[in-house]
């Protein structure tokens, strides 16, 4: 089992970048892959990006364009979201979430087992 909290929202301008956050305990978080996903309110949660375990592979979302990126360091236990060119169409709460694969990543929110609560990230116009 492992444990996952979020940090690194805010409020910024169009335009801005944010790096969240994911920080994990418990199991060995070398072994889980770790997505990312937002929600808005109103809306169904959404799947923004995902990494691998020992970031063999990435994956992004199509609205994403180039403007993300993903990284992990398993001797920190952390998962990284650089954020760049935020558009107020970002703006939502942010979650990470882990899942336990041989390889590989999942889209799929309903499949991982293990969330965060959450770090709202803002852009204004």
């Known amino acids: 089992q492992v444990t996952l909290r979020e940090s690194g929202g805010g409020l910024v301008q169009s335009g801005g970048s944010l790096k969240l956050s994911c920080a994990a305990s418990?199991?060995?978080?070398?072994?889980?892959?770790i997505g990312w996903f937002r929600q808005a309110p109103g809306k169904d949660r959404e799947f923004v990006a995902a990494?691998?375990?020992?970031?063999?592979?990435?994956h992004f979302a199509s609205f994403v364009k180039g403007r993300f990126t993903i990284s992990r360091d398993d001797a920190k236990n952390t998962v990284s979201l650089q954020m760049n060119s935020l558009q107020p169409a970002d703006t939502a709460s942010y979650l990470c979430?882990?899942?336990?694969?041989?390889?590989?990543?999942?889209?799929?929110?309903?499949?991982?087992?293990?969330w965060g609560h959450g770090t709202q990230v803002t852009v204004s116009s």
């Open positions: 979430a882990a899942i336990t694969l041989t390889g590989g990543i999942s889209i799929a929110a309903a499949e991982y087992p293990y």
């Open positions: 990494i691998s375990r020992r970031a063999f592979t990435t």
């Open positions: 418990g199991d060995d978080f070398s072994s889980y892959a």
